[in-house]
């Protein structure tokens, strides 16, 4: 009675959400926050957030204490918003939060296994109370586990398990009911090289089946790696959001260029090209130049005064950074020189 009940009220959600993203055409945004505020006693953890989050693979980045935890929390619906509002797929969390539980995923930071149990008794049992029936919640638990990477171990108490295989059964809960919405705060914490190629690996998988993920990790690197779109977060609020491709892109207008050449030749070069455009970057390494340079459209001439000053280019592109790079310029305030 009370899992058709849940049946009921989850296809219902899902006619809504999927209704009013027809409504309003193809919609790209899944996440949208406007001005959340939510404090615990004196400390602020989110403080006027304001963000649209689209489908993809996002990355929520930020140093310790930024808020993003506070964030994916808020999302869920587990906390109450001083103010503001969030909608997630077209569903208000403080006020729908079973619906939206039903369509969403969600692996936490910290431990959140029985250290009693085994892995399919975790799986299928949360599988159950997201509305599975009993047979159903088994058998998915068990593709899940597979999907993760867990065999035999599965009949173990989870108490036995290494941080990696932790993780993963994590993971395996939170995909359990097929969820469109994953939000993964850390995945990767406490996991050796290898565990988390895996599980970067897996994210990557569920993502091709049109699944949005928020991924919230201190490893640049993996969400580099995984992500189509990233917000940095700090001290509760919004520092900057875009496409990875836009982000990493750099300024616009400022390229990247290596010369090589006698000690000479390159501060000829240095001086002439000064006079045409601005350095704004460069880095010497044993006769070789890395300069970064703004305003100089026509590219030909930065070619011809290396050939005469008898410099050789070794490359010469539009700048590209990390996202190590991105995310110290944000907290810099901006660009390079404050653009
Ligand atoms: N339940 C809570 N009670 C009191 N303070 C909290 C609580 N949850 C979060 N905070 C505080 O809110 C701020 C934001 O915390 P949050 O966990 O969202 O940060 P985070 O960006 O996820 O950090 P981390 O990278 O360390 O996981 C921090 O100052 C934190 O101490
Ligand atoms: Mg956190």
Redesign the pocket.
């Known amino acids: 009675m009370l899992i058709s009940l849940v049946r009921i009220v989850r296809s219902m959600a899902e006619e809504i959400a999927v209704g009013q993203e027809r409504a309003s055409g193809v919609n790209p945004i899944h996440i949208s926050a406007r001005d959340v505020t939510v404090s615990?006693?004196s400390?602020t953890?989110l403080d006027g957030f304001t963000a649209d989050i689209p489908r993809g693979i996002v990355g929520l980045l930020?140093?310790?204490?930024?808020?993003?935890?506070?964030?994916i929390k808020a999302s869920l619906g587990l906390l109450v918003l001083d103010r503001g509002t969030i909608s997630v797929g077209g569903l208000d969390p403080q006020t729908q939060s079973l619906q939206i539980r039903d369509f969403i995923g969600y692996m936490p930071?910290h431990d959140c296994l029985i250290p009693s149990i085994n892995a399919v008794e975790l799986v299928s049992y949360l599988g159950m109370i997201s509305g599975m029936v009993s047979r159903d919640a088994i058998q998915r638990s068990h593709e899940m586990l597979d999907f993760v990477g867990i065999g035999e171990e599965r009949y173990r108490p989870i108490k036995s398990y290494s941080t990696g295989m932790k993780q993963k059964v994590k993971l395996a809960q939170a995909i359990v009911h097929d969820p469109k919405l994953l939000f993964l705060d850390?995945p990767t914490s406490g996991m050796d090289p290898q565990g988390r190629e895996e599980m970067l690996s897996l994210v990557t998988k569920m993502a091709s089946s049109e699944k949005t993920i928020v991924v919230?990790s201190?490893i640049l690197e993996d969400l580099e790696r995984i992500c189509d779109y990233a917000v940095i977060?700090d001290n509760?609020k919004l520092v900057r959001s875009g496409e990875m491709t836009t982000l990493l892109a750099g300024e616009e207008g400022v390229r990247s260029l290596t010369v090589r050449g006698s000690e000479q030749a390159l501060s000829g070069y240095v001086r002439a090209l000064e006079q045409v455009c601005q350095i704004v970057d460069r880095k010497d390494e044993a006769g070789e130049f890395t300069l970064l340079i703004r305003g100089c459209e026509d590219g030909k001439k930065v070619l011809r005064l290396a050939a005469e000053n008898g410099v050789q280019v070794r490359s010469f592109r539009p700048e590209r950074l990390d996202l190590e790079e991105v995310f110290l310029r944000a907290f810099r305030g901006g660009g390079r020189d404050g653009h």
């Not at 140093?63 to 993003?68: F, L, Q, R, S």
């Open positions: 615990f006693g400390v953890a930020g140093p310790n204490g930024a808020g993003k935890s506070t964030l930071e850390e919230s201190h977060i509760g």
